[in-house]
């Protein structure tokens, strides 16, 4: 029997294999034994048509590809790295890697290659949540685990649809309901996880940040606050009480979008409980405020102290399977490695850990300041490795555009029929998820080995070691020499230590990871509310929603969001062609409000087309009341969808507004 760690979503079930089939692993402490559809299902993602299989070059005249030796690639990705400025080389890397394969990257990228381009598009996912958790905590630190649902008594999802984004997560909270623990939702959508909450309010997309105000002003008028924590363990109140005394709660009530009554019921539930977890994913990070969002909802639990006790606190649900490893080891642009900075100090260290002098002092660009600079000719080779950035990035139009002025494009992926595929010039195959072993951090601080179950594919390698090939061949060979991932573990290991007050403690975790035991990194972490801050109080920051986002006008007056569906992981290359996956929601559809669609006359089923700014698309309609009137939802297994989404960014995080594109809808 192998033990090994689902590769879909950030919950991280861990798993047994025996031979034959997938379930779920009862001693594992994050699942205890459950697994959602995805995960039991995982095992046919690796003998299907669509796998990519050897390495394939461009053929330069009509488009097409022809096979090509390693050698000759590896050859080639070495020629190109080499005659390029490091500035005008990128990386773009993936959540969904393993960290040894994130860490090999980052290290030749940032460590050999002089170019802190390296960013992954976690960007577009959790960025948001980690500058703001930096700024409040001076750390990128989830202070919430799973287990903590155990003591809680009211979890507030805000814009997280944990039925089908975190299953078994949801499993767990639906468990805990029976116990007693309330939930409320806070979704323009009525998802299925609305559907089974205490509380649904559908406030309108956006009006985050005046809902999450609006209870903070409550809290102080009711004199609620916890003074006596707010003194020891926060900063700035004073001028966070200029801030709400300034601001008026009926226009922050009237933005929402929810009647006064629904206000109170909340409030009502917020007094009634004592131990309160609030939990957020895509609805607050994918905004041009996602950070302000962030810090809006963070905001309630330092008022109230309600945090880092069992069964309290701020809990960013992480999507992918390792977007935290990512994190951890350095992966967005904006880091060097193992949580530090770019700062003269941090350099220097991780230059002595790696033996090189060729790190540059600058943060590198990110996700889509790659696209804009490749739109100016700026960026001669990008290296995409376990993402679809075409299929992902907003406004795919202009990322296509950009794309063709990029002269060489390496593309690292598992499967054949991605949507960059077209883009690239070249093309490598990976060995994916049960070919290969390693590590991943899962959304609350659990590292886990996933291990290999069948034999590997000929010419398929695991990402860590196309990136050592290539740094092999440019002469960095004594510092990228590692036989198999538990070595690059070891040194990654090693390197922790370096991380500020060695917060990142997983050299204290070795023996547990490499055998089948989870491993949970920062447990020491906040101990006595100390946070990581110079004067170790967290920082209460004001914020008010600017309303940056697209507006909607009388030719585009829909907003339009997007989102997941249970069975399906994204673009579809490991999900789309799984029969069993495809019978609980189609992969494409538009969700139209009952009352919008009457007054178009537009049926169910019936194909409509949807416009932005940037796009159309044609997709068959499905009328429903779960949705607020004047939005619509287009489920991100359409790979088209970015045709439509706009490309306003999050100042500090650079995360895209995905959520709210002006959209017009037209009956065919
Ligand atoms: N089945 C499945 N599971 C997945 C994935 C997958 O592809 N398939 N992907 C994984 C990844 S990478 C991620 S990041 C997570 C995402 O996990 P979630 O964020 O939970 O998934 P989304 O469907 O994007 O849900 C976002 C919700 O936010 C709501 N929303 C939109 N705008 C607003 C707003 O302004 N305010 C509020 N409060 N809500 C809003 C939407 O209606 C939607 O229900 O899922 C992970 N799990
Ligand atoms: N409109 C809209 N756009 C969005 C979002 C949204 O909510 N709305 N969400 C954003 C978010 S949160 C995310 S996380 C992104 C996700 O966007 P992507 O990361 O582009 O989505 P995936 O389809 O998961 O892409 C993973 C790729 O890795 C490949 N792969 C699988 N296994 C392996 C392997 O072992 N090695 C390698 N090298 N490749 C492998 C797969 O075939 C696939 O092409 O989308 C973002 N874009
Ligand atoms: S909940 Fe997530 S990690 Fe668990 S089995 Fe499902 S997809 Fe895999
Ligand atoms: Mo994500």
């Known amino acids: 029997m192998i033990k090994s760690v689902c590769g879909y979503c950030g919950v991280g079930c861990g798993i047994e294999f025996d031979t034959k089939k997938l379930v779920g692993d009862i001693a594992y402490p994050t699942n205890e034994g459950l697994v959602c559809s995805k995960g039991v299902s995982e095992l046919h993602t690796i003998e299907t048509p669509t796998r990519l299989l050897r390495p394939h070059l461009r053929r330069g005249t009509d488009g097409g590809f022809d096979p090509v030796e390693w050698e000759r690639a590896v050859d080639l990705v070495a020629e190109k790295l080499r005659s390029a400025d490091p500035s005008r080389i990128g990386f773009y890397l993936s959540g969904q890697l393993l960290t040894e394969d994130y860490y090999v990257a980052n290290k030749l990228g940032k460590g050999f290659l002089g170019t802190n381009n390296v960013d992954t598009n976690s960007r577009m996912c959790m960025s948001s949540a980690v500058v703001a958790y930096k700024k409040v905590f001076g750390v990128d630190y989830v202070p919430v685990r799973m287990e903590d649902l155990k003591a809680c008594d009211l979890l507030i999802l805000a814009g997280a649809n944990t039925a089908e984004a975190h299953v078994v997560f949801h499993n767990k909270i639906k468990k805990e309901k029976k116990r007693g623990l309330k939930v409320v939702v806070i979704d323009p959508r009525r998802t299925e996880t609305a559907e089974q909450a205490d509380l649904h309010l559908p406030i309108r997309p956006g009006s985050d940040i005046d809902f999450f105000t609006l209870i903070s ?84 639990h330092l008022l109230t102290g309600k945090i880092n006790r069992p069964g309290n606190g701020p809990f960013s649900l992480t999507g992918q399977p390792n977007a935290m490893g990512g994190r951890e080891v350095g992966g967005l642009s904006t880091m060097l490695a193992v949580h530090l900075d770019f700062d003269p100090e941090s350099i220097r260290k991780v230059s002595k850990f790696w033996e090189t002098d060729r790190i540059a002092p600058e943060p590198g660009l990110t996700a889509f300041e790659m696209i804009e600079a490749a739109e100016r000719g700026r960026l001669d080779v990008l290296i995409i490795c376990h993402t679809d950035p075409v299929y992902h990035l907003p406004n795919r139009s202009r990322v296509e555009a950009a794309m063709q002025k990029i002269p060489f494009i390496v593309e690292i992926n598992a499967y054949d029929n991605s949507e960059t595929r077209n883009f690239a010039h070249l093309r490598l195959p990976a060995a994916p998820w049960g070919e290969k072993e390693g590590t991943q951090t899962n959304m609350d601080r659990t590292v886990t080995r996933q291990e290999r179950l069948t034999r590997r594919s000929i010419d398929c390698k695991p ?188 100042p500090l995080s650079k995360e895209a507004d995905y959520n709210h594109s002006a959209a017009a809808l037209r009956k065919l």
Request: glycine letters at 6%.
């Open 463 to 650: 990402d860590w070691e196309i990136f050592c090939l290539i740094a092999r061949r440019l002469g960095f060979g004594d510092a990228f020499g590692f036989q198999n991932a538990a070595e690059i573990y070891e040194e990654y290991r090693r390197m922790t230590r370096l991380s500020r007050d060695g917060h990142l403690d997983m050299y204290d975790g070795g023996a547990e990871i490499l055998t089948d035991r989870a491993f949970i990194w920062g447990k020491r972490l906040f101990h006595d509310h100390r946070y990581h801050t110079p004067d170790g109080k967290a920082r209460l920051i004001f914020v008010e929603n600017e309303r940056k986002s697209e507006a909607t006008s009388l030719e585009y007056p829909f907003i339009l969001l997007t989102g997941r569906t249970r069975d399906q992981w994204h673009s579809g290359t490991k999900t789309a062609f799984v029969d069993k996956l495809l019978k609980h929601k189609p992969v494409s559809f538009i969700e139209i409000n009952t009352e919008d669609a009457h007054a178009l006359g537009i049926c169910e089923g019936e194909p409509v087309e949807v416009s932005t700014r940037r796009g159309t698309l044609v997709l068959p309609a499905r009328v429903t009341d779960t949705i607020r009137e004047k939005t619509l939802f287009i489920p991100v297994s359409e790979r088209r969808v970015n045709y439509l989404t706009n490309d306003l960014l999050d």
């Open 217 to 300: 002003a409550r809290l102080i008028d009711d004199g609620k606050v916890d003074t006596a924590f707010v003194e020891a363990h926060v900063d700035g109140y004073e001028k966070y009480l200029r801030g709400i005394r300034k601001t008026a709660r009926t226009k922050l009530l009237k933005r929402c979008g929810i009647t006064a009554e629904e206000f109170e019921a909340f409030m009502t539930l917020f007094y009634e409980n004592e131990n309160i977890i609030s939990a957020w994913t895509m609805g607050l990070n994918q905004s041009v405020q996602g950070v302000d969002k962030n810090l809006a909802l963070i905001n309630l």
